[in-house]
């Protein structure tokens, strides 16, 4: 058996008994166009031999002259025998070849390739309920494409609706054309109007809608034979993503140009005038992926963004109000500056200002931050005020 012959039978599905409708026919054409489809409706020929003279007694012991086979020589048609021997065997064998694991042993025992064919003919080539009941499923199942030719699904519809005839149940012809409209895709809903106003339902024909089917899809720009089909099907050349994302405008110029900040620190371990190509190995090596370049873009936009404020807050130094005129003048107290960014702006110089809260312990928490010279933030104040509490423990109003 040549190379092409392995190959094509390989494409032959096993039989498993429920699919005997789908794997008889192919098994057929295999057989056939390896000239061993005929052995399987010929018998065995039986062996002829020569003719030779022999002298028997009868039952009253007289000889008598008989003309028989002489089987001690090979047989005239041995040719022939070996021959169909030959055949036999080989399209035994295939058919073997495509049946199931689970099956084959039960035939493991027949040597007649054709006592084989029709064995597996009756015992599985009587379709039953499951068998029509999964034609049918694939049938109503069975959708046609919107990009591609029709035709296909067109005829794997038509061959459903046929084994399920073979199974004695068939299907009327404008009940199949119906069925058929109703696999049209959106873009031949126009057609399947067309072909409804008939008047006439049993003058609905399956072949006469497939060939509407096939002329509509040959007319249409989407089909590949048209010149729009290479910008309705255009695709990407490459899926290679780039490596961290693309950096944004801040991030090209953070790059090109650092900070001083950064400048003036120290440089680390792994930094600086090393050789060779591990010198800075693994710093700032951006993690692969989609979804990690998103991450580092998005932590470096949040650090650009508070850098900014940061240099914001130091620029613009906040002036805390003088108290109103009607309460007493506050104690003195040192006073506090606010250090401005350098070289841009001189330090300002504000008054502490004097707390008129309705909690005394709070104010006296405030007031003690103010003679202490630290900056009254709110994490100060709350712990100078939890001190005042403990010390005097005079509830709140």
């Not at 057609?191 to 096939?214: G, H, Y």
């Not at 963004?305 to 003048?329: D, H, V």
């Amino acid at each position: 058996m040549s190379n092409s012959a392995n190959a094509i039978l390989a494409t032959i599905p096993h039989l498993s008994g429920p699919n005997y409708s789908v794997w008889a026919p192919v098994m057929e054409a295999y057989l056939s166009s390896q000239g061993q489809w005929r052995i399987l409706f010929r018998t065995a020929p039986q062996p002829e031999y020569p003719l030779h003279t022999v002298v028997k007694q009868d039952e009253k012991g007289k000889d008598v002259t008989v003309t028989e086979p002489d089987t001690s020589v090979d047989p005239i048609n041995e040719e022939a025998i070996e021959k169909w021997e030959d055949v036999n065997s080989r399209a035994r064998g295939n058919i073997n070849l495509r049946l199931h694991s689970a099956i084959v042993y039960k035939y493991k025992g027949i040597y007649d390739a054709g006592i084989l064919w029709n064995t597996l003919k009756a015992e599985f080539g009587q379709p039953g309920i499951a068998a029509t009941y999964k034609e049918f499923k694939a049938a109503i199942d069975l959708t046609i494409p919107e990009n591609s030719d029709p035709s296909l699904a067109v005829n794997k519809l038509i061959g459903h609706f046929a084994r399920m005839e073979e199974a004695k149940c068939p299907f009327p012809e404008h009940l199949r054309c119906l069925i058929l409209l109703t696999k049209f895709p959106s873009n031949m809903h126009a057609l399947a109007q067309l072909i409804t106003q008939k008047d006439d339902l049993s003058k609905l024909r399956m072949d006469e809608i497939r060939r509407m089917v096939t002329l509509a899809w040959e007319q249409s720009p989407s089909n590949k034979r048209g010149g729009s089909f290479g910008q309705a099907q255009a695709k990407k050349i490459s899926a290679v993503k780039r490596q961290g994302g693309n950096p944004s405008f801040k991030q090209q110029l953070q790059d090109e140009a650092p900070s001083p900040s950064t400048s003036a620190q120290p440089q680390e371990r792994g930094e600086g005038n090393q050789r060779g190509r591990g010198g800075n190995r693994g710093r700032n090596r951006r993690p692969r992926g989609n979804r990690a370049g998103k991450q580092v873009q998005q932590a470096e936009e949040e650090q650009q963004g508070e850098q900014e404020n940061f240099e914001f807050q130091i620029a613009c130094p906040t002036t805390m109000l003088p108290p109103p005129s009607s309460l007493p003048p506050p104690r003195p107290a040192p006073r506090h500056f606010v250090a401005s960014r350098p070289l841009l702006a001189t330090p300002r110089e504000f008054l502490p200002r004097t707390p008129t809260s309705v909690y005394p312990t709070f104010n006296k928490a405030h007031s003690l931050a103010q003679r202490l010279g630290v900056a009254p933030t709110s994490g100060t104040v709350q712990r100078l005020e939890v001190s005042e509490i403990a010390r005097s423990s005079d509830p709140r109003p």
